[in-house]
C-alpha cells in the first residue's frame, strides 16, 4: 500500500518500514501508540499513521493519518504534521489529499472530520484547499468536514 504524489511517496506506518529505514524523524507519541495497537488489531493498517516522504531526498519530512477505523455513521478523522524545515512546500495539502482520496475509495467512509487550533493559519489553508468545510468552533479550534461526493 502505497501513495503518490509528483514529489512525495506516502507510506502507512509499520514496524518493518521503521525497521528498513535509518530515520532522524522524530517518533511522536501517536506512532509509537498506533504501533502498539496495530501488533493487535491488523486491520488497523492504514487508519492511523502514514510517513510523508520527499522522493528526491527519501527523507520523511511529516506524517498523516486518521485517528483510528471509520466509525458508526462511517467517518474518520484525519491529522497532520509537517517538519518546519519542509513546509511551504505544498506537502501537506499534496499528502492529506491523496489520503482523503484513499479514504473516500473506501465503501465505510462518508466523511472526513478535521480540526485545527483557530489561529493555525497553515493548517487552515490546508484545509480550505481541500474544500473542506468549516462546521464548528469549540475550545479554540475550529472543527472542518468533507462529505464523500456522490458521482
Given amino acids: 500500500m502505497e501513495l503518490h504524489t509528483k514529489n512525495l511517496r506516502i507510506l502507512p506506518c509499520t514496524e518493518l518500514f521503521l525497521s528498513s529505514v535509518s530515520t532522524n524523524y522524530p517518533l511522536g507519541q501517536h506512532i509509537k501508540n498506533y504501533l ?74 462518508t466523511k ?12 487552515i489553508r490546508v484545509l480550505e484547499k481541500l474544500n473542506m468545510k468549516k462546521v464548528g468552533l469549540e475550545n479554540h479550534m475550529i472543527k472542518w468536514q468533507l462529505e464523500k461526493s456522490i458521482e
Fill in 112 to 123: 472526513i472530520i478535521a480540526e485545527c487550533l483557530e489561529d493555525n493559519h497553515s493548517s
Fill in 36 to 109: 502498539d495497537e496495530l501488533k493487535n488489531d491488523s486491520s488497523l493498517l492504514g487508519w492511523g499513521v502514514w510517513f510523508v516522504i520527499e522522493k528526491e531526498t527519501n527523507q520523511i519530512v511529516g506524517d498523516i493519518g486518521f485517528k483510528g477505523k471509520p466509525n458508526l455513521e462511517n467517518s474518520v478523522e484525519v491529522g497532520y504534521g509537517i517538519l518546519p524545515s519542509s513546509q511551504n512546500k505544498g506537502y501537506a495539502t499534496g499528502a492529506v489529499k491523496e489520503l482523503l482520496n484513499w479514504a473516500f475509495s473506501k465503501p465505510n467512509v
